[in-house]
């Protein structure tokens, strides 16, 4: 069978994926998650006299949280299920793989399962972060002092 007629027999027989259906719901699922996420920086703001600035700090921590809960009752499975990228975009999803990691891995004791496991997907988010964020920084601090941009 040559290689034209074996990819459209496939084509035939594979099923239909439903694209637009499966876009809907991520962008329903991450819209739902980032309104959460933009109701609890308004609790900050309301309750505890944040600002706007103020409040980003710890409305990330909060769905961290309540994204590492949600993951290890399950439920986080089943909402990535349904939204797909949806689930996986905000940064419940970092939560989400980092206590998933670490659950995974249980069965190999708290330092070596949990600690180190948790820490492969954790470590290189964090350290990348941090140097993206000191190389904008730098871009930008040369660009205020040559003129080209104000502070």
């Given at each position: 069978m040559d290689p034209n007629s074996y990819?459209?027999?496939?084509?035939?027989i594979a099923p239909k994926r439903p694209v637009l259906k499966n876009c809907m719901k991520a962008f329903l699922t991450g819209g739902i998650i980032c309104s959460v996420g933009q109701l609890i920086s308004y609790l900050y703001m309301y309750f505890f006299s944040f600002t706007e600035r103020t409040a980003s700090n710890p409305t990330v921590a909060t769905m961290v949280f309540i994204s590492m809960l949600l993951t290890g009752f399950g439920i986080y499975k089943k909402i990535g299920q349904f939204g797909g990228a949806g689930s996986a975009v905000p940064v419940t999803g970092f939560g989400n793989a980092v206590i998933s990691a670490a659950i995974e891995h249980k069965s190999e004791g708290f330092i070596?399962?949990?600690?180190?496991?948790?820490?492969?997907?954790?470590?290189p988010v964090i350290v990348y972060g941090t140097f993206s964020a000191f190389v904008v920084t730098l871009i930008k601090t040369i660009l205020v002092k040559m003129g080209v941009i104000s502070w």
């Open positions: 990819q459209q027999t496939v084509d035939e070596l399962g949990v600690g180190v496991n948790m820490f492969k997907l954790a470590g």
